[in-house]
């Protein structure tokens, strides 16, 4: 792509343990072009990030003079530069006070976004990179609704009138991918195309053992051995348990939302979104550039660009 100089205002990096993305963006905060790598912070060796973000940018090297904005598990004790958790409530204004600036000795001018901090019932809960990307979703326009965003640890984060409340994490990817793998329920799954009723079957035995999980989990190996459920569908029978159970978990801590956004465009995002109608939850999708999004409503309140 032919990119004016005059065009772009900010390099925005969505910097994750397992993946890098950047977006270049103009100053309406349109997006111009991205960068995807498998560059994750846990893969960069001897702490040498600015070598890899100026590596995988080699093909932006005319706009590395930018602001450049990073959000995600490079601001984490494992990255570049640990920042502090922001306490709720917080929007674009609040991440934006809390930047942390730093200039390398190769001239970038970097910005680093904080995380938030919550408590749930007294304990403490955190995310880190989601913060940025609601921000994106606050820019397009959305004040009030619940964001769910799943992954290994899905996210579920309350905006009112344009601010984060709150939010909750559910290690619900992590579990799945723990019992498929390591424990006797995974001895009896065989790999299949996506089994939506099977799933759906998993979500409505959520919905019926209530706090029963634990006793429930075990279905996806009894209802096997019992030729109820072939060996190719116990795995999505598995997710459908978990997911039901995080959602009717979630909406126990938030209620009911009269309005969901997913965040993520993943085949996960897609069963989300079938769970989520066993509760009556119609969700709609967030923007893809959300994070770049984000990043450009930080940088505006910020008055970087």
Same mark, same amino acid.
């Given at each position: 792509m032919n990119l004016a100089e005059s065009e772009s205002a900010l390099i925005g990096i969505d910097w994750g343990n397992s993946s890098f993305r950047a977006a270049l963006v103009c100053r309406d905060g349109k997006v111009l072009?991205?960068?995807?790598?498998?560059? %994750?912070?846990? #893969?960069?060796?001897?702490?040498?990030?600015?070598?890899?973000?100026? %590596?995988?940018?080699?093909?932006?090297?005319?706009?590395?003079?930018?602001?450049?904005?990073?959000?995600?598990?490079?601001?984490?004790?494992?990255?570049?530069?640990?920042?502090? !958790?922001?306490?709720?409530?917080?929007?674009?204004?609040?991440?934006?006070?809390?930047?942390?600036?730093?200039?390398?000795?190769k001239g970038l001018n970097l910005h680093f976004v904080s995380g938030?901090?919550?408590?749930?019932?007294?304990?403490?809960?955190?995310?880190? %990179?989601?913060?940025?990307?609601?921000?994106?979703?606050?820019?397009?326009?959305?004040?009030?609704?619940?964001?769910?965003?799943? #992954?290994?640890?899905?996210?579920?984060?309350?905006?009112?009138?344009?601010?984060?409340e709150g939010f909750a994490t559910y290690m619900t990817g992590e579990i799945f991918a723990s019992l498929k793998s390591h424990t006797i329920l995974g001895t009896l799954m065989d790999e299949g195309p996506f089994c939506r009723t099977a799933f759906l079957n998993g979500v409505h035995e959520t919905e019926c053992s209530g706090t029963e999980l634990l006793h429930a989990l075990f279905?996806?190996?009894?209802?096997?051995?019992?030729?109820?459920?072939?060996?190719?569908?116990?795995?999505? !029978?598995?997710?459908?348990?978990?997911?039901?159970?995080?959602?009717?978990?979630?909406?126990?801590?938030?209620?009911?939302p009269k309005r969901v956004i997913l965040v993520g465009k993943s085949e996960l995002s897609e069963r989300y979104e079938a769970a989520l109608g066993v509760f009556g939850i119609y969700a709609e999708r967030a923007n893809e550039h959300v994070a770049a999004r984000g990043q450009h409503a930080i940088a505006i309140a910020g008055g970087l660009i």
């Open positions: 072009d991205r960068i995807a790598s498998d560059n %994750g912070i846990l #893969g960069v060796q001897d702490g040498n990030f600015e070598s890899v973000l100026t %590596g995988v940018l080699a093909i932006w090297s005319r706009h590395l003079n930018l602001p450049i904005v990073l959000s995600g598990m490079i601001t984490s004790r494992n990255g570049w530069v640990e920042t502090p !958790y922001i306490d709720l409530p917080a929007a674009a204004m609040k991440l934006a006070e809390n930047i942390k600036h730093i200039k390398t000795e938030l901090a919550t408590r749930n019932n007294s304990v403490p809960d955190v995310v880190r %990179g989601e913060e940025t990307q609601i921000a994106g979703v606050i820019a397009d326009g959305v004040d009030d609704c619940i964001a769910i965003m799943p #992954g290994t640890h899905s996210k579920w984060l309350v905006l009112s009138k344009g601010v984060i279905a996806a190996r009894s209802r096997v051995l019992f030729d109820e459920l072939a060996s190719a569908e116990a795995s999505d !029978y598995l997710s459908g348990l978990l997911i039901g159970a995080e959602i009717r978990g979630a909406t126990d801590i938030f209620g009911k």
